[in-house]
Protein backbone atom coordinates (compact mmCIF):
# COMPACT_ATOMS: atom_id res chain seq x y z
CA UNK A 1 0.00 0.00 0.00
CA UNK A 2 3.04 2.50 0.84
CA UNK A 3 4.43 1.61 -2.41
CA UNK A 4 1.01 2.34 -4.13
CA UNK A 5 0.46 5.56 -2.67
CA UNK A 6 4.57 7.01 -3.01
CA UNK A 7 3.98 5.96 -6.94
CA UNK A 8 1.33 8.24 -7.39
CA UNK A 9 3.12 11.58 -8.73
CA UNK A 10 5.16 9.00 -11.31
CA UNK A 11 2.26 7.25 -12.59
CA UNK A 12 0.40 10.48 -13.05
CA UNK A 13 3.26 11.41 -15.03
CA UNK A 14 3.94 8.64 -17.47
CA UNK A 15 3.01 7.20 -20.74
CA UNK A 16 -0.35 8.45 -21.90
CA UNK A 17 -0.97 9.96 -18.57
CA UNK A 18 0.60 13.09 -19.24
CA UNK A 19 -1.36 15.03 -21.41
CA UNK A 20 -4.25 14.61 -18.52
CA UNK A 21 -1.86 15.82 -16.29
CA UNK A 22 -1.43 18.57 -18.34
CA UNK A 23 -5.27 19.06 -18.65
CA UNK A 24 -4.95 19.01 -14.55
CA UNK A 25 -2.60 21.80 -14.15
CA UNK A 26 -4.30 23.58 -16.61
CA UNK A 27 -7.26 23.38 -15.01
CA UNK A 28 -5.66 24.94 -11.49
CA UNK A 29 -4.62 27.79 -13.56
CA UNK A 30 -7.96 28.77 -14.92
CA UNK A 31 -9.18 28.58 -11.46
CA UNK A 32 -6.67 30.76 -9.94
CA UNK A 33 -6.57 33.16 -12.06
CA UNK A 34 -10.83 33.05 -11.38
CA UNK A 35 -10.31 33.90 -7.66
CA UNK A 36 -7.69 36.31 -7.98
CA UNK A 37 -9.82 38.68 -10.58
CA UNK A 38 -13.05 37.66 -7.83
CA UNK A 39 -10.81 39.17 -5.53
CA UNK A 40 -9.55 42.44 -7.25
CA UNK A 41 -13.37 43.14 -8.06
CA UNK A 42 -14.57 43.14 -4.81
CA UNK A 43 -10.93 45.04 -3.27
CA UNK A 44 -13.25 47.92 -2.81
CA UNK A 45 -15.86 46.60 -0.32
CA UNK A 46 -13.79 43.18 0.88
CA UNK A 47 -11.65 45.27 3.34
CA UNK A 48 -9.05 42.33 2.12
CA UNK A 49 -6.00 41.68 5.12
CA UNK A 50 -2.77 39.45 3.75
CA UNK A 51 -3.73 37.42 6.35
CA UNK A 52 -7.33 36.48 4.56
CA UNK A 53 -6.22 36.29 1.37
CA UNK A 54 -3.79 33.49 2.06
CA UNK A 55 -6.32 32.22 3.81
CA UNK A 56 -8.76 32.25 1.23
CA UNK A 57 -6.67 31.33 -1.57
CA UNK A 58 -5.07 28.54 0.34
CA UNK A 59 -8.25 27.16 1.18
CA UNK A 60 -9.17 27.49 -2.61
CA UNK A 61 -6.46 25.79 -4.17
CA UNK A 62 -7.21 22.76 -2.34
CA UNK A 63 -10.70 23.14 -3.55
CA UNK A 64 -9.71 23.48 -7.36
CA UNK A 65 -7.15 20.32 -6.45
CA UNK A 66 -9.90 18.29 -6.04
CA UNK A 67 -12.41 19.62 -8.67
CA UNK A 68 -9.37 19.27 -11.00
CA UNK A 69 -8.71 16.02 -10.11
CA UNK A 70 -12.28 14.91 -10.67
CA UNK A 71 -12.96 16.88 -13.79
CA UNK A 72 -9.69 14.31 -15.64
CA UNK A 73 -10.75 11.84 -14.65
CA UNK A 74 -13.22 10.47 -17.47
CA UNK A 75 -10.62 11.73 -19.71
CA UNK A 76 -7.67 9.55 -17.71
CA UNK A 77 -10.29 6.23 -18.04
CA UNK A 78 -10.85 7.05 -22.09
CA UNK A 79 -7.01 7.18 -22.87
CA UNK A 80 -6.26 4.02 -20.44
CA UNK A 81 -9.45 1.86 -22.32
CA UNK A 82 -7.74 2.67 -26.36
CA UNK A 83 -5.95 -0.28 -27.04
CA UNK A 84 -2.37 -0.14 -28.36
CA UNK A 85 -2.99 -0.22 -31.90
CA UNK A 86 -5.80 2.63 -31.93
CA UNK A 87 -3.66 4.75 -29.56
CA UNK A 88 -0.98 5.11 -32.08
CA UNK A 89 -3.32 6.49 -35.14
CA UNK A 90 -4.49 9.75 -36.29
CA UNK A 91 -7.45 9.64 -36.04
CA UNK A 92 -7.20 8.65 -32.18
CA UNK A 93 -5.19 11.75 -32.05
CA UNK A 94 -8.07 13.90 -33.83
CA UNK A 95 -10.46 12.76 -31.61
CA UNK A 96 -7.94 13.61 -28.46
CA UNK A 97 -7.58 17.29 -29.52
CA UNK A 98 -11.77 17.50 -30.15
CA UNK A 99 -11.99 15.99 -26.24
CA UNK A 100 -9.89 18.45 -25.00
CA UNK A 101 -11.01 21.20 -27.29
CA UNK A 102 -15.13 20.54 -25.81
CA UNK A 103 -13.54 20.33 -22.13
CA UNK A 104 -11.34 23.57 -22.60
CA UNK A 105 -14.91 24.61 -23.91
CA UNK A 106 -16.75 23.78 -20.84
CA UNK A 107 -14.54 25.04 -18.55
CA UNK A 108 -14.20 28.33 -20.16
CA UNK A 109 -17.76 28.43 -20.20
CA UNK A 110 -18.31 27.98 -16.13
CA UNK A 111 -15.35 31.06 -15.96
CA UNK A 112 -17.80 33.06 -17.60
CA UNK A 113 -20.82 31.94 -16.18
CA UNK A 114 -19.36 32.08 -12.66
CA UNK A 115 -18.15 35.92 -13.29
CA UNK A 116 -21.40 36.82 -14.87
CA UNK A 117 -22.83 35.44 -11.49
CA UNK A 118 -20.68 36.91 -9.12
CA UNK A 119 -20.93 40.15 -10.90
CA UNK A 120 -24.86 39.98 -10.26
CA UNK A 121 -25.13 38.37 -6.55
CA UNK A 122 -21.06 38.92 -4.97
CA UNK A 123 -21.04 35.07 -4.34
CA UNK A 124 -20.34 31.49 -5.86
CA UNK A 125 -22.94 29.27 -7.59
CA UNK A 126 -25.62 28.65 -4.80
CA UNK A 127 -29.30 27.37 -5.43
CA UNK A 128 -30.12 30.63 -7.56
CA UNK A 129 -27.88 29.10 -9.91
CA UNK A 130 -29.26 25.96 -9.75
CA UNK A 131 -33.03 27.67 -10.27
CA UNK A 132 -31.57 29.00 -13.21
CA UNK A 133 -30.59 25.70 -14.68
CA UNK A 134 -34.34 24.41 -14.01
CA UNK A 135 -36.05 27.70 -15.81
CA UNK A 136 -33.78 27.64 -18.53
CA UNK A 137 -36.41 29.49 -20.93
CA UNK A 138 -36.52 32.56 -19.01
CA UNK A 139 -33.28 32.61 -18.08
CA UNK A 140 -31.74 32.12 -21.52
CA UNK A 141 -33.82 34.78 -22.83
CA UNK A 142 -33.04 37.10 -20.45
CA UNK A 143 -29.58 36.28 -21.13
CA UNK A 144 -29.73 37.00 -24.91
CA UNK A 145 -30.96 40.15 -24.43
CA UNK A 146 -28.26 41.27 -22.09
CA UNK A 147 -25.72 40.20 -23.44
CA UNK A 148 -23.26 39.62 -26.52
CA UNK A 149 -23.55 36.12 -26.56
CA UNK A 150 -22.38 35.08 -29.76
CA UNK A 151 -19.60 37.23 -29.26
CA UNK A 152 -18.54 35.67 -26.02
CA UNK A 153 -19.17 32.18 -27.85
CA UNK A 154 -17.06 32.88 -30.02
CA UNK A 155 -14.33 34.45 -27.81
CA UNK A 156 -14.31 31.16 -25.92
CA UNK A 157 -14.05 29.25 -29.04
CA UNK A 158 -11.11 30.88 -30.37
CA UNK A 159 -8.83 30.29 -26.90
CA UNK A 160 -10.14 26.62 -26.71
CA UNK A 161 -8.51 26.49 -30.26
CA UNK A 162 -5.48 28.24 -28.91
CA UNK A 163 -5.29 26.14 -26.07
CA UNK A 164 -5.42 22.54 -28.27
CA UNK A 165 -2.42 24.42 -30.50
CA UNK A 166 -0.75 24.49 -27.63
CA UNK A 167 -1.24 21.32 -26.40
CA UNK A 168 -0.59 19.64 -30.12
CA UNK A 169 2.83 18.41 -29.36
CA UNK A 170 2.02 16.87 -25.70
CA UNK A 171 -1.01 15.20 -27.78
CA UNK A 172 1.49 13.51 -30.02
CA UNK A 173 3.71 12.37 -27.13
CA UNK A 174 0.74 10.50 -25.35
CA UNK A 175 -0.17 8.57 -28.55
CA UNK A 176 3.12 7.33 -28.60
CA UNK A 177 3.37 4.20 -29.14
CA UNK A 178 6.96 3.95 -27.09
CA UNK A 179 5.08 4.94 -24.00
CA UNK A 180 1.75 3.83 -24.78
CA UNK A 181 1.34 0.88 -22.35
CA UNK A 182 3.50 1.95 -19.46
CA UNK A 183 1.80 2.14 -16.07
CA UNK A 184 -1.70 3.70 -17.77
CA UNK A 185 -3.88 1.49 -15.18
CA UNK A 186 -1.62 2.05 -12.69
CA UNK A 187 -2.19 6.07 -13.41
CA UNK A 188 -6.08 5.42 -13.94
CA UNK A 189 -6.25 3.98 -10.21
CA UNK A 190 -4.19 6.36 -8.50
CA UNK A 191 -6.09 9.13 -10.39
CA UNK A 192 -9.33 7.76 -9.22
CA UNK A 193 -8.12 7.26 -5.83
CA UNK A 194 -6.82 10.63 -5.11
CA UNK A 195 -10.25 12.10 -6.88
CA UNK A 196 -12.31 10.06 -4.09
CA UNK A 197 -9.92 10.51 -1.27
CA UNK A 198 -10.09 14.44 -1.95
CA UNK A 199 -14.29 14.48 -2.49
CA UNK A 200 -14.69 12.60 1.18
CA UNK A 201 -12.26 15.31 2.32
CA UNK A 202 -13.70 18.20 1.55
CA UNK A 203 -16.92 18.98 2.42
CA UNK A 204 -17.69 22.76 1.22
CA UNK A 205 -17.96 23.32 5.25
CA UNK A 206 -14.31 24.48 5.73
CA UNK A 207 -15.32 27.62 4.40
CA UNK A 208 -18.23 28.83 7.10
CA UNK A 209 -15.32 29.44 9.15
CA UNK A 210 -14.55 32.78 7.46
CA UNK A 211 -15.84 35.94 9.14
CA UNK A 212 -15.49 37.66 5.62
CA UNK A 213 -18.25 37.07 3.34
CA UNK A 214 -16.29 37.61 0.23
CA UNK A 215 -13.35 35.66 1.23
CA UNK A 216 -15.61 32.90 2.29
CA UNK A 217 -17.25 32.74 -1.22
CA UNK A 218 -13.93 33.72 -2.80
CA UNK A 219 -12.30 30.24 -1.37
CA UNK A 220 -14.81 27.80 -2.60
CA UNK A 221 -15.05 26.66 -5.91
CA UNK A 222 -17.72 27.37 -8.02
CA UNK A 223 -18.36 23.64 -10.05
CA UNK A 224 -17.75 22.11 -6.55
CA UNK A 225 -20.45 24.39 -5.17
CA UNK A 226 -23.23 24.15 -7.77
CA UNK A 227 -23.16 20.30 -7.35
CA UNK A 228 -23.12 21.01 -3.47
CA UNK A 229 -26.35 23.31 -3.88
CA UNK A 230 -28.10 20.84 -6.16
CA UNK A 231 -27.46 17.86 -3.80
CA UNK A 232 -28.58 20.71 -0.25
CA UNK A 233 -30.96 21.72 -2.56
CA UNK A 234 -31.86 24.86 -0.29
CA UNK A 235 -30.96 28.48 -0.18
CA UNK A 236 -28.83 30.19 3.12
CA UNK A 237 -32.08 32.43 4.16
CA UNK A 238 -29.64 34.23 6.73
CA UNK A 239 -27.18 34.90 4.74
CA UNK A 240 -28.93 36.57 2.09
CA UNK A 241 -31.43 38.44 3.95
CA UNK A 242 -31.38 40.57 6.38
CA UNK A 243 -33.53 39.21 9.81
CA UNK A 244 -34.23 40.43 13.36
CA UNK A 245 -35.51 38.27 16.02
CA UNK A 246 -38.46 35.88 15.81
CA UNK A 247 -40.24 37.82 18.77
CA UNK A 248 -39.07 41.16 18.04
CA UNK A 249 -40.67 40.95 14.36
CA UNK A 250 -43.84 39.70 16.01
CA UNK A 251 -44.38 42.70 18.22
CA UNK A 252 -43.33 45.14 15.40
CA UNK A 253 -45.92 43.16 12.89
CA UNK A 254 -48.73 43.95 15.57
CA UNK A 255 -47.53 47.73 16.44
CA UNK A 256 -47.90 48.28 12.55
CA UNK A 257 -51.46 46.35 11.72
CA UNK A 258 -52.84 48.50 15.34
CA UNK A 259 -52.26 51.52 13.87
CA UNK A 260 -55.22 50.74 11.42
CA UNK A 261 -57.44 50.15 13.91
CA UNK A 262 -57.05 45.58 13.81
CA UNK A 263 -56.92 44.16 17.52
CA UNK A 264 -54.86 41.11 18.40
CA UNK A 265 -56.89 37.98 17.87
CA UNK A 266 -55.51 36.71 21.53
CA UNK A 267 -52.96 37.25 23.86
CA UNK A 268 -50.28 35.08 22.61
CA UNK A 269 -47.47 36.38 21.41
CA UNK A 270 -46.56 33.91 18.80
CA UNK A 271 -50.16 34.43 17.29
CA UNK A 272 -50.10 36.55 14.37
CA UNK A 273 -53.61 36.28 13.57
CA UNK A 274 -55.62 39.93 14.12
CA UNK A 275 -59.49 41.16 14.70
CA UNK A 276 -60.51 42.94 11.79
CA UNK A 277 -63.70 45.34 11.93
CA UNK A 278 -65.21 47.21 9.60
CA UNK A 279 -67.01 50.52 9.26
CA UNK A 280 -68.34 52.95 7.49
CA UNK A 281 -69.70 52.74 3.44
CA UNK A 282 -68.53 49.47 1.79
CA UNK A 283 -65.83 50.81 -0.96
CA UNK A 284 -65.15 48.85 -4.14
CA UNK A 285 -62.28 51.26 -5.40
CA UNK A 286 -61.72 50.77 -9.70
CA UNK A 287 -57.66 49.37 -9.11
CA UNK A 288 -55.87 47.70 -11.56
CA UNK A 289 -52.08 45.77 -10.06
CA UNK A 290 -49.13 45.84 -13.02
CA UNK A 291 -46.75 43.16 -11.66
CA UNK A 292 -43.94 42.68 -13.82
CA UNK A 293 -40.78 40.91 -13.70
CA UNK A 294 -37.33 41.99 -13.91
CA UNK A 295 -38.77 45.30 -13.93
CA UNK A 296 -36.81 47.90 -12.24
CA UNK A 297 -37.90 51.70 -11.97
CA UNK A 298 -34.41 52.17 -13.54
CA UNK A 299 -35.90 51.79 -16.83
CA UNK A 300 -39.09 54.33 -16.41
CA UNK A 301 -39.08 58.21 -17.43
CA UNK A 302 -40.87 58.84 -14.60
CA UNK A 303 -37.58 57.86 -12.38
CA UNK A 304 -35.31 59.64 -14.41
CA UNK A 305 -34.23 57.17 -17.72
CA UNK A 306 -33.07 58.85 -20.75
CA UNK A 307 -34.92 56.29 -23.09
CA UNK A 308 -38.63 55.69 -23.77
CA UNK A 309 -38.23 51.87 -23.11
CA UNK A 310 -41.84 51.83 -21.17
CA UNK A 311 -44.24 54.65 -22.63
CA UNK A 312 -47.35 53.45 -21.43
CA UNK A 313 -46.35 52.98 -17.58
CA UNK A 314 -44.96 56.35 -18.23
CA UNK A 315 -47.99 57.62 -19.28
CA UNK A 316 -50.31 55.78 -16.75
CA UNK A 317 -48.03 56.76 -14.04
CA UNK A 318 -48.37 60.87 -14.91
CA UNK A 319 -52.17 60.09 -14.89
CA UNK A 320 -53.05 57.74 -11.87
CA UNK A 321 -52.28 57.82 -8.36
CA UNK A 322 -48.63 57.12 -8.20
CA UNK A 323 -46.87 56.12 -5.40
CA UNK A 324 -43.58 56.94 -6.24
CA UNK A 325 -41.51 56.41 -3.15
CA UNK A 326 -43.07 52.53 -2.66
CA UNK A 327 -40.60 49.64 -3.09
CA UNK A 328 -40.84 46.19 -2.70
CA UNK A 329 -38.47 44.82 0.27
CA UNK A 330 -37.24 42.25 -1.43
CA UNK A 331 -34.21 41.24 -3.67
CA UNK A 332 -35.64 38.48 -5.77
CA UNK A 333 -39.21 37.47 -7.50
CA UNK A 334 -40.54 35.57 -4.81
CA UNK A 335 -39.17 38.38 -1.65
CA UNK A 336 -40.75 41.12 -4.02
CA UNK A 337 -44.07 39.14 -5.19
CA UNK A 338 -44.54 38.24 -1.21
CA UNK A 339 -43.79 42.28 -0.49
CA UNK A 340 -46.47 43.13 -2.77
CA UNK A 341 -49.24 41.09 -1.71
CA UNK A 342 -48.70 41.10 1.83
CA UNK A 343 -47.71 44.72 2.34
Not at 211 to 225: H, K, M, T, V
Not at 268 to 296: F, H, K, Q, Y
Request: net charge neutral; charged share 20%; aromatic share 10%.
Amino acid sequence: MTHFLLSFPRSLLQGRYRIVASLWAACLVVFTLLRLVLAVSTASGAQWSPLTLLHSFTLGFAYDVGVATVLCIPFGILLALLPRRLVRSPLVKVLAAAVIFAGASALLFDVLAEWLFWDEFSTRFNFIAVDYLVYTNEVLGNIRQSYPVVLMLACIGVLSLLFVWGLRRAIHRACDPLGAEHGRWKAVAAHASLGALLMIVLSGGDREAIANAYAREISGNGLFELIRAFKDNELEYDRFYETMPRQQAHSQSKDERALSGWSPSSGDADDLRMRVTGTGTELRPNVVIICMESMSADYMRTFGYDKNLKPNLDRLAGESMFFSRAFASGTRTVRGLEALALS
